[in-house]
C-alpha cells in the first residue's frame, strides 16, 4: 500500500521498446500524474560500466532530478540521494513498474539499486481480479490502462484500444467486469513484418506512413483498394484491415449493449497509442477519406461516444493508489508506526565511517508488523546505502543517539520533532526502554569491542600463518584507535607477498581514513595490485600512493572501494567512474515485495540474529 506521507511517487511502463515515466503528485492530490517524459531501456553496456546514479540522472527530467538528487548541479552519487532523501516525509521514494519486458524491468531495478526506494512491480491482479475477470495471462499494461478507462467512465461499457506496437482491444461492461479483448500487430509491426520477412518489400516507417495519412485526409482521396505502387499496395492493406476490425469490433460492443438491455447510458470507445489518431479517424463516417468504404456499410457513429487518452497506464496506476491507501487507523500503536517511519537515527558498528567516526546514519524506510508493536521489525536504509532490519529497543537507542550527534559533520537534526515525539510515544508505549537503556548500550559497547578484537586477532593469526611480516606496534595504535571510535594509524610495509593472481578487484583505485598528526582524519588513496592468497579466504595486496602498503581481506576490499567513491574527486590518479565492481556493490534497491536483500557490508554489521538480521 503506498504511504500517505508520499509527496510524490513515479510510475514507470516497460513496454516493448521505451520506458514510459510519470511523475505523481502525493496523496493529497490524488496521486495525480503531471510530468510525462520517455526514455530508452537501459542496456547491459550501461550497467556494465557506468553508477546506477550517473545513469539514472541521465534519465530524469530537471524537476524530478532535484527530487531524488537535490539542485540540478548536485553531484548524481547515492550519498546525494541518501541526504535528499533523509528530508522527506517518507525516505524511500516509491516507484511503481508496469512492465512487459523482464529485460527492461531488470533496466529499472538496477537504476534505483543506489536510491533510498520503494519499487513495486505492479501485477494484473492488483487492478482486477478473477472475479472481475482478469485471467493469468493478461498483461498489466492492458488492465492498468482499463482500469483507468473504469473509472474515469463508471456504469458504462468501454472499449479500449491500444495501437502501439501492439494493437489491442480490451473491453469491460457497465459493472466493470472485463468482457475480454484481442491482440495483433500494430501498424508499425505489419509493416516491419514484411519486410524482414519478405524480400524485396520495402520497410514503411512510422514517419512515412503517418505523412501519407495526413496528405490523404487533406486531399480527401483514399488508398485505392486496387493499387498501382508496392508502397501503396502495403498502406492500403494495411490500413483496410486495421479499420475493418476496428469497426467491426465496435459493432459488437453496440450490439452486446443491446443485448444487455441497457439504454440509459451510451458506451466509450476509449483509443491510446501512439497510432491512436487514425483508429480514431477510421470510426468516422467514410474512413475520414482514408480508405475506400464498404460499399452499404454504415458506421452508427452516434450511438457511442469516441475519447483519445494518453497516459492511460499511469491514469491507472494513480487511481489505484487512491483505493489502495490505507484509512488513518485508531489504534495508538498504528499511529506511532506512522510516526516512526521516515525518522532519522544513527547507530555504532565496529569499523569506521567516512567521516572517521564508528556512527552511521540512515532512515526507517518501512516497518515489517509484529503480533504487538514490541514484536515489529523496523527496515532501516543508511546513508552508506546498507541496511538492516532492527527491534524496537534498537531504534529507541539508535533515535536517542541522532539526538546527540545529529548528521555527518553539520550536527545538524532532521525532524526534530518528530524525533522527540516518536520517543516520547515509545517511552509511554513500554516504560522499560529508558529504564534499560543504560544496560543495553553498555552490552553493545561491549559487543563492538569484542568484535573489534577479533578482528584484529583474526588478521594477525591469519598474516602469521602466511609467513606476513606486521609491525606490532602499528596494529595495536590501530586496534586501540578503532576501539576507541579514532581513525586508525596507518600500517608501515610489509613484507615480501605471494604473486599469484586474482583478478577480480586488481588496478582498482581505493581510499582509507587513518590518523593525522592531531588525531584528525585523512584520506589516503592506493590501488590494489594483486592477490596475496588465492584461495580463501582470499587477500589482496594494496600499495598506497606515498609506496605504504597493506593486506586487505574482501570486508576491507569492500569498504575501500565505497569510501573511494565518496573522495574520488580528490584523488589526483581519478579518470573517471569506475563502477564495474563499485557498482555492484550495494546490492539494496530499498524494499520490495521479495526477501531482504541485504549487501555485503550490511553483513559484517555487529546484530545478534535475534534483531532480524543476518548474525556475525
Known sequence: APSRFDENIISISAGNSNLNWALHTGIESGFVPVLFWRTPPVLREEQNADDPCVVLARHLPKQVHSIIFGAETADNHKDIASKVAARRKSPALAVYIVSTSMD?????????????????????????????G???????????????????????????????????????????????????????????CLADYCDGL??????????????????????????????????????????????????????????????DQRPVVVVAGGDAAFVIKVLQKD????????????????????????HLVHYGVGQLLCQKVAPESDNPDDQLRETLKGNRLARRFP???YDG???????????????????????????????????????????????????????EKLKLDQVNKSINQMEQKSSKLKEDAPKRNEKRKEELAAHQATDVNRKQAQSAKRGRKKDKDSSSASASASASGAPAKKKAKTG?????????????????????????????????????????????????????????????????????????????????????????????????????????????????????????
Open 351 to 353: 569499523y569506521l565511517n
Open 202 to 263: 520495402p520497410e514503411i516507417d512510422h514517419n512515412y506512413y503517418h505523412q501519407a495519412l495526413k496528405e490523404k485526409m487533406q486531399e480527401n482521396t483514399p488508398f485505392p483498394i486496387f493499387a498501382k505502387s508496392t508502397v501503396d499496395a502495403l498502406m492500403t492493406t494495411t490500413f483496410t484491415e486495421i479499420a475493418n476490425q476496428t469497426r467491426y469490433l465496435v459493432k459488437h460492443l453496440l450490439k452486446k449493449v443491446k443485448d444487455d438491455g441497457i439504454t
Open 357 to 411: 567516526t564508528d556512527i552511521f546514519r540512515g532512515s526507517i524506510m518501512s516497518i515489517k508488523g509484529g503480533a504487538k508493536l514490541e514484536d515489529d521489525l523496523f527496515f532501516v536504509r543508511y546513508d552508506d546505502g546498507d541496511a538492516e532490519h532492527i527491534e524496537f529497543p534498537d531504534v529507541y537507542d539508535a533515535l536517542q543517539l541522532y539526538l546527540e550527534v545529529g548528521e555527518m559533520k553539520s550536527g
Open 287 to 310: 474512413f475520414s477519406g482514408i480508405i475506400q468504404a464498404e460499399p452499404g456499410a454504415a458506421m452508427p457513429s452516434e450511438d457511442f461516444d469516441v475519447e483519445e487518452a494518453k
Open 104 to 132: 527492461h524491468e531488470n533496466g529499472i531495478h538496477w537504476l534505483f539499486k543506489d536510491v533510498p526506494s520503494r519499487v513495486v512491480r505492479l501485477q494484473s491482479y492488483h487492478f482486477f481480479s478473477p472475479q472481475e
Open 134 to 192: 482478469a485471467y493469468d495471462t493478461i498483461g498489466v499494461d492492458r488492465v492498468s490502462t482499463l482500469f483507468s478507462c473504469k473509472t474515469t467512465y463508471p456504469r458504462r461499457h468501454v472499449l479500449c484500444f491500444d495501437a502501439g506496437t501492439a494493437w489491442t482491444y480490451t473491453a469491460i461492461d457497465n459493472k466493470g467486469k472485463i468482457i475480454g479483448g484481442g491482440i495483433a500487430p500494430g501498424v508499425g509491426a505489419r509493416f516491419r
Open 496 to 616: 615480501k607477498e605471494n604473486g599469484d593472481k586474482r583478478t577480480m578487484y586488481i588496478n582498482k583505485r581505493i581510499a582509507k581514513a587513518f590518523a593525522g598528526p592531531k588525531n584528525e582524519s585523512v584520506i589516503y588513496f592506493g590501488t590494489i595490485d594483486k592477490v596475496t592468497q588465492p584461495k580463501e579466504p582470499f587477500y589482496w595486496h594494496v600499495i598506497y600512493d606515498d609506496e605504504d602498503e597493506e593486506e586487505f581481506d574482501e570486508k576491507d576490499i569492500l569498504k575501500a572501494l565505497k569510501l573511494y567513491q565518496t573522495h574520488r574527486k580528490d584523488d589526483t590518479e581519478y579518470q573517471g567512474p569506475d563502477a564495474s565492481v563499485v557498482g555492484g556493490l550495494s546490492q539494496w534497491a530499498g524494499e520490495t515485495s521479495g526477501p531482504m536483500r541485504p549487501s555485503v557490508v550490511a553483513l559484517a554489521r555487529m546484530r545478534a540474529p535475534a534483531h532480524g538480521g543476518v548474525g556475525t
